[in-house]
């Protein structure tokens, strides 16, 4: 897949088949309609072509919108490109931007740009300045232009914006399985291994700390999880805890796993952890020593589960 960083850096000498939209999660709802442009641009002897946004339009247009995504951009792109898409730009989204008009945005984007073919889109998708015209103006304007319109249908746009809902709605409830199944992949975050303070080494329960750098990134409700990592290409499973550690008089939040069977040094390393299973909510415990019993039924638990993968 070739990654364009803006509009102007595109360039291609074949026409495409584009799609519009932020794509998040890139969810089954998603790969269905993804699927449907590499289809169509490989019956066409086009190439497929996804134009999304950083940030999100509405983080722009409503500044003081505190949105949450289900991905960072640099996991949007690698689920993109195992999706089979041939170009994605990411098209910096600003107020200058938001101000084209819908002529100006299909003359001067889709058709001197893109070289548009086919633009799939759906029946709901509003473009321009003030997101003024719909799919009929853009009908009209694929009859002026020469490139045809293909609508996805209201069950299949109903279906995308419902999981996104949905899986947002499940992660915020701990129900990473659920999240799971509509993702069609499980849920994982990315971040630099930094040093914490210690306390889980000093009960025998030592942990990873994992700094998120992207703050738009949605952090499932606090609590105790089934995670897997892969590290230096080995699969390692653990336990993570999201909170703010009440039982050493925390406040802020953390993200820190046990790694089972683990003790390589890895700090100031990037991993990425994946969310198997939600255990239990965070609790505060009266002492350390409670505290450590309640680890030790936590890992027998987790080892449990992951011997049934």
Same mark, same amino acid.
Request: glycine share 6%; hydrophobic share 40%; net charge negative.
């Given at each position: 897949?070739?990654?364009?960083?803006?509009?102007?850096?595109?360039?291609?000498?074949?026409?495409?088949?584009?799609?519009?939209?932020?794509?998040?999660? #890139?969810?089954?709802?998603?790969?269905?309609?993804?699927?449907?442009?590499?289809?169509?641009?490989?019956?066409?002897? *086009?190439?497929?072509?996804?134009?999304?946004?950083?940030?999100?339009?509405?983080?722009?247009?409503?500044?003081?919108?505190?949105?949450?995504?289900?991905?960072?951009?640099?996991?949007?792109?690698?689920?993109?490109?195992?999706?089979? #898409?041939?170009?994605?730009?990411?098209?910096?989204?600003?107020?200058?931007?938001?101000?084209?008009?819908?002529?100006?945005?299909? =003359?001067?984007?889709?058709?001197?740009?893109?070289?548009?073919?086919?633009?799939? @889109?759906?029946?709901?998708?509003?473009?321009?300045?003030?997101?003024?015209?719909? @799919?009929?103006?853009?009908?009209?304007? !694929?009859?002026?232009?020469?490139?045809?319109?293909?609508?996805?249908?209201?069950?299949?746009?109903?279906?995308?914006?419902?999981?996104?809902?949905?899986?947002?709605?499940?992660?915020?409830?701990?129900?990473?399985?659920?999240?799971?199944?509509?993702?069609?992949?499980?849920?994982?975050?990315?971040?630099?291994?930094?040093?914490?303070?210690?306390?889980?080494?000093?009960?025998?329960?030592?942990?990873?700390?994992?700094?998120?750098?992207?703050?738009?990134?949605?952090?499932?409700?606090? !609590?105790?999880?089934?995670?897997? *990592?892969?590290?230096?290409?080995?699969?390692?499973? !653990?336990?993570?805890?999201?909170?703010?550690?009440?039982?050493?008089?925390?406040?802020?939040?953390?993200?820190?796993?046990?790694?089972?069977?683990?003790?390589?040094?890895?700090?100031?390393?990037?991993?990425?952890?994946?969310?198997?299973?939600?255990?239990?909510?965070?609790?505060?415990?009266?002492?350390?020593?409670?505290? =450590?019993?309640?680890?030790?039924?936590?890992?027998?638990?987790?080892?449990?589960?992951?011997?049934?993968?």
């Amino acid at each position: 897949m070739k990654i364009f960083h803006s509009i102007k850096s595109f360039s291609s000498h074949q026409h495409t088949v584009v799609t519009i939209g932020t794509f998040d999660g #890139v969810h089954l709802g998603h790969q269905k309609i993804l699927e449907q442009i590499t289809k169509s641009a490989e019956a066409g002897n *086009c190439e497929s072509l996804v134009l999304t946004f950083f940030p999100h339009p509405r983080m722009v247009i409503q500044e003081d919108t505190e949105m949450k995504q289900l991905n960072t951009l640099q996991e949007k792109i690698a689920l993109l490109d195992g999706l089979g #898409v041939d170009n994605l730009v990411v098209h910096p989204f600003d107020k200058e931007f938001s101000r084209l008009t819908a002529e100006e945005f299909v =003359k001067e984007v889709l058709v001197d740009v893109f070289k548009v073919k086919k633009i799939i @889109i759906g029946y709901d998708h509003r473009f321009g300045r003030n997101r003024t015209a719909n @799919i009929d103006d853009l009908i009209v304007f !694929g009859t002026t232009y020469g490139f045809e319109v293909e609508q996805i249908s209201v069950e299949e746009i109903n279906e995308v914006s419902i999981s996104s809902t949905k899986i947002r709605t499940a992660l915020l409830e701990g129900n990473v399985e659920l999240a799971a199944d509509y993702l069609g992949y499980h849920y994982s975050l990315t971040g630099m291994v930094t040093q914490g303070k210690q306390v889980g080494r000093t009960i025998g329960y030592p942990t990873a700390n994992i700094k998120i750098d992207e703050s738009y990134k949605l952090i499932p409700i606090n !609590g105790v999880y089934i995670a897997k *990592c892969i590290i230096n290409d080995k699969v390692v499973f !653990g336990m993570m805890n999201i909170g703010t550690r009440p039982t050493v008089d925390g406040t802020n939040q953390t993200i820190e796993i046990n790694l089972f069977d683990f003790n390589q040094d890895i700090y100031n390393q990037m991993i990425t952890v994946t969310f198997l299973k939600r255990m239990r909510s965070e609790q505060k415990f009266d002492s350390l020593e409670a505290l =450590k019993t309640q680890l030790g039924l936590d890992k027998f638990m987790a080892l449990d589960y992951i011997k049934q993968l």
